[in-house]
């Protein structure tokens, strides 16, 4: 059975850091588009950082270029979301999300609108002092 749960989330300090994990059942992680997203009450959901597992590729949401990082760890069937310099306009309820990986609709789909089969439930992340 497939099976995302992400984990990590909570209150944390504007400037400050949080990783995100989410871990993977029910099917290998190298053969997937992982994705993560958030949403905040009264916005629609946006992307936030993807990684095309078989190549490595990565893409990141214009608002969290160059403070967000998306990795995988294989061995443990991981994907993880690193976030610093957080904002306030960061908190948001993160989930991941996972489709089987094919070049031919990854590259006109782009990785936000993605097929993605699969959904983990979501963690909330608040940026407050």
């Known amino acids: 059975q497939v099976q995302l749960v992400e984990s990590g989330g909570g209150l944390v300090q504007p400037g400050g850091s949080l990783r995100l994990s989410c871990a993977i059942s029910g099917f290998g992680l190298d053969y997937y588009v992982i994705g993560w997203f958030r949403q905040a009450p009264g916005k629609e959901r946006e992307g936030v950082a993807c990684?095309?597992?078989?190549?490595?590729?990565?893409y990141y949401g214009d608002s969290v270029k160059r403070r967000f990082t998306i990795s995988k760890d294989s061995a443990e069937n991981m994907v993880y979301l690193q976030m610093s310099s957080l904002k306030p306009e960061d908190t948001a309820v993160y989930y991941c999300?996972?489709?089987?990986?094919?070049?031919?609709?990854?590259?006109?789909?782009?990785?936000?609108?993605?097929?993605?089969?699969?959904w983990g439930q979501g963690t909330q992340v608040t940026v407050s002092s």
């Open positions: 999300a996972a489709g089987v990986s094919r070049d031919y609709l990854l590259a006109p789909a782009g990785p936000w609108n993605y097929p993605y089969d699969y």
């Open positions: 990684i095309n597992a078989p190549d490595g590729t990565t």
